[in-house]
């Protein structure tokens, strides 16, 4: 039975999508839900699976044509997985019919990512790898997705290299299940001799594009080319600017002074410009206050390893600063709201975004619903976080939402800053280094644990009286926990 391979239905924001990349070819067998093709969007690489075992038969749009949702990309038989198979025995030892081609492919992006970069392969061509073995990470500008070897077997081509822009479900490379690293090669020398990679028409074309043989990939089956192959060969160039743009700055003039280009990564490029575009579209607005910090470092030192004997987990300060701010956004809405178009969205749940630094670069995942959790629950939730985001194991669903930001700069020392706003939210609190200072008690000088709190708001929906008072608040809560527990 012959059953079409279409694109899925793009989401409605997206006009149209890209064939990233195939992962089975011509005349090659695949199972049931092994992924055949990646379509990617200019947010998301949505994996297509096959709907049953089956040989692909035809491949009507090749890597790099342009798609819409639904359209029919190419046709597989169902039920027919060992067609296939005389060929491969007629051409090869019977050692190498175990051998099995396996796309390696790009994830399915979530729906508000439009594409990702290949940040690292953790393997080279002709490697052999093991099943569940890490290949590669793909950074998207939200998280970084680790893509698993499927089987046991040795890499065959690498078609995207670190850099690359590529889609979700997207072809990047080619595993060789089944094979050695001695005898992967031989097979696909083998299958189709150099005379018959590509028909005479091709041969003439490749020669007005100025290409050989070596400088195209075929996506035929046993490695044939095609014109679509050629064009998309001769298309290639086009981006090579790109990966020698870093030598074209000369050192030489630098004497024994040495500098290093390196391009952005794609997380530091949305940082960038989400930033500079919190700084232009909002009026925003930070107000400062202290707070001594004597109270809970009491509580504390004297609950601590109860507390962690208990819960099986430390008792921080964050837990005190999230409860803190929870009540707080209670009693503000405005705080805990955001700007829509011409409207005001208020939140009635409380999601508090926790700053994370990783080693690669800032991010916000999600502690949510922050007023339904114990004190151990926040302490887990944020430290499972912190390990993700280390780990750079964060999904979308821990990096999505978020009502209000609580950056902590305290710990890398920080004695006052002024944090920007994280969009859409309308408020952000920045905590900093605790510090001993003389302060006035009663008349008298006394020497305190004090802490700067700084809270940034966007003054087209917080007034001052609010942003004030929501930061005494969260003061008071924290000089005095006790009325964190007695809710007054």
């Not at 590529?166 to 097979?187: D, F, H, M, R, S």
């Not at 070596?214 to 064009?231: H, L, M, Q, W, Y």
């Not at 966007?458 to 924290?478: A, M, Q």
């Not at 005095?480 to 527990?485: E, G, S």
Request: charged share 25%; glycine share 8%; aromatic share 4%.
């Amino acid at each position: 039975m012959t059953t079409e391979i279409k694109v899925p239905v793009l989401p409605e924001s997206v006009a149209d999508a890209t064939v990233a990349t195939w992962h089975v070819q011509v005349g090659e067998k695949f199972t049931r839900d092994q992924v055949l093709v990646d379509i990617e969007t200019d947010k998301v690489v949505l994996e297509v699976p096959a709907t049953s075992d089956g040989v692909m038969t035809d491949i009507s749009q090749a890597e790099g044509a342009t798609v819409l949702g639904d359209q029919v990309i190419g046709v597989f038989s169902a039920g027919s997985a060992a067609a296939p198979a005389p060929v491969a025995a007629a051409s090869a030892p019977a050692s190498t019919t175990a051998v099995k081609v396996i796309d390696i492919v790009v994830p399915v992006l979530p729906e508000s990512v439009a594409d990702a970069t290949v940040a690292t392969w953790h393997v080279a061509e002709g490697d052999t790898v093991s099943v569940d073995q890490n290949l590669v990470d793909i950074e998207t500008d939200k998280v970084v997705l680790e893509v698993v070897a499927q089987d046991n077997g040795v890499i065959g081509k690498i078609i995207h290299v670190e850099g690359d822009t590529v889609l979700g479900a997207q072809k990047i490379g080619e595993l060789n299940a089944g094979a050695t690293a001695t005898a992967t090669a031989a097979p696909i020398e083998d299958a189709v001799s150099s005379d018959e990679l590509a028909s005479p028409s091709v041969r003439r074309l490749m020669t007005e594009k100025g290409l050989t043989a070596a400088n195209v990939v075929g996506t035929g089956k046993g490695g044939r080319i095609s014109k679509e192959d050629v064009e998309a060969a001769a298309n290639k160039p086009a981006a090579a600017p790109k990966a020698a743009a870093p030598v074209a700055a000369p050192v030489e003039d630098l004497g024994e002074r040495t500098q290093k280009r390196v391009p952005m990564t794609r997380l530091r490029k949305t940082i960038a410009t989400r930033l500079l575009e919190a700084k232009n579209s909002t009026a925003m607005l930070t107000t400062f206050n202290e707070v001594n910090m004597k109270p809970i470092m009491d509580l504390r030192k004297q609950y601590k390893d109860l507390f962690e004997k208990t819960h099986d987990t430390r008792l921080g300060f964050m837990s005190f600063y999230v409860k803190a701010v929870t009540e707080a956004l209670k009693r503000y809405p405005a705080v805990n709201a955001s700007i829509d178009g011409d409207d005001i969205v208020y939140h009635n749940f409380f999601d508090i975004s926790i700053a994370v630094s990783t080693p690669r670069g800032l991010v916000t995942p999600v502690l949510r619903d922050s007023d339904q959790l114990s004190m151990a629950g926040i302490e887990n939730g944020i430290r499972e976080l912190a390990l993700k985001g280390r780990d750079g194991k964060l999904s979308m669903a821990d990096m999505t939402g978020g009502n209000f930001t609580i950056t902590n700069g305290g710990v890398f020392g920080s004695l006052l800053s002024t944090p920007i706003l994280n969009l859409p939210q309308a408020a952000i609190l920045g905590m900093h280094k605790i510090q001993d200072r003389p302060m006035a008690v009663d008349g008298k000088v006394e020497i305190l644990p004090m802490m700067y709190l700084a809270l940034s708001y966007d003054h087209r929906l917080i007034d001052g009286k609010e942003s004030v008072g929501f930061l005494v608040t969260i003061k008071e809560l924290l000089e005095d926990p006790t009325r964190l527990l007695l809710d007054v």
